[in-house]
């Protein structure tokens, strides 16, 4: 079933915006595309977007090697390094420190309405976007290789079956989850 879907294009396509416009749809619903709930993170008194990430990272974590156990997936990590995380973080802060939206949580907030994210936070995108094009030859000569980690994953780090990091991480997760909700963040 999936090698044919993997042929069609067109249907990957499909899902793939029907799947955008739900995960929007929950992103708004759960209250992450508003400015005053991101806020209210950095300030560290409204605790909703961590909470919703956290149980992204559970739920993507454990369906992603469910999947990838039922033979119904397959892992393509992509090669890092220090001098890329670093690159990224930058980029990804100065924006956040700018408009205080995320990429997921403003594309969430253009189609509640929010004009900033609309005008500020996909100019800034694409404004960002084309500078690091124009400069990624250059970086990646340079910045980008500095410390190199390649495409390994920390199970095959540290040669154990993926399922014996898993289900500690989540858990702990579900813990953290569980006290920030019983301590009122």
């Given at each position: 079933?999936l090698k044919t879907l993997h042929s069609?294009?067109?249907?990957?396509?499909?899902?793939?915006?029907?799947?955008?416009?739900?995960?929007?749809?929950?992103?708004?619903?759960?209250?992450?595309?508003?400015?005053?709930?991101?806020?209210?993170?950095?300030?560290l008194r409204d605790f909703t977007v961590?909470?919703?990430?956290?149980?992204?990272?559970?739920?993507?974590?454990?369906?992603?090697?469910?999947?990838?156990?039922?033979?119904?997936?397959?892992?393509?990590?992509?090669?890092?390094?220090?001098?890329?995380?670093?690159?990224?973080?930058?980029?990804?802060?100065?924006?956040?420190?700018?408009?205080?939206?995320?990429?997921?949580?403003?594309?969430?907030?253009?189609?509640?309405?929010?004009?900033?994210?609309?005008?500020?936070?996909?100019?800034?995108?694409?404004?960002?976007?084309?500078?690091?094009?124009?400069?990624?030859?250059?970086?990646?000569?340079?910045?980008?290789?500095?410390?190199?980690?390649?495409?390994?994953?920390?199970?095959?780090?540290?040669?154990?079956?993926?399922?014996?990091?898993?289900?500690?991480?989540?858990?702990?997760?579900?813990?953290?989850?569980?006290?920030?909700?019983?301590?009122?963040?």
């Open positions: 079933m069609r294009k067109t249907s990957q396509l499909t899902i793939g915006f029907c799947l955008g416009i739900l995960f929007g749809f929950l992103l708004q619903k759960g209250g992450v595309t508003r400015y005053d709930v991101i806020l209210g993170q950095l300030l961590v909470k919703v990430m956290l149980t992204a990272v559970v739920v993507g974590n454990i369906g992603v090697h469910f999947l990838k156990d039922l033979g119904m997936a397959e892992l393509h990590p992509k090669p890092g390094s220090l001098g890329s995380s670093v690159v990224g973080g930058l980029i990804f802060g100065v924006g956040f420190a700018l408009l205080g939206y995320c990429p997921g949580t403003m594309i969430g907030a253009i189609g509640q309405g929010s004009l900033d994210a609309l005008f500020g936070g996909l100019l800034g995108m694409l404004i960002g976007t084309g500078l690091f094009a124009e400069f990624y030859p250059a970086l990646e000569k340079g910045i980008l290789r500095w410390g190199n980690f390649g495409d390994l994953t920390f199970p095959q780090r540290l040669k154990v079956n993926p399922w014996w990091l898993i289900l500690p991480v989540a858990l702990g997760i579900l813990g953290l989850l569980c006290w920030l909700e019983t301590s009122g963040l």
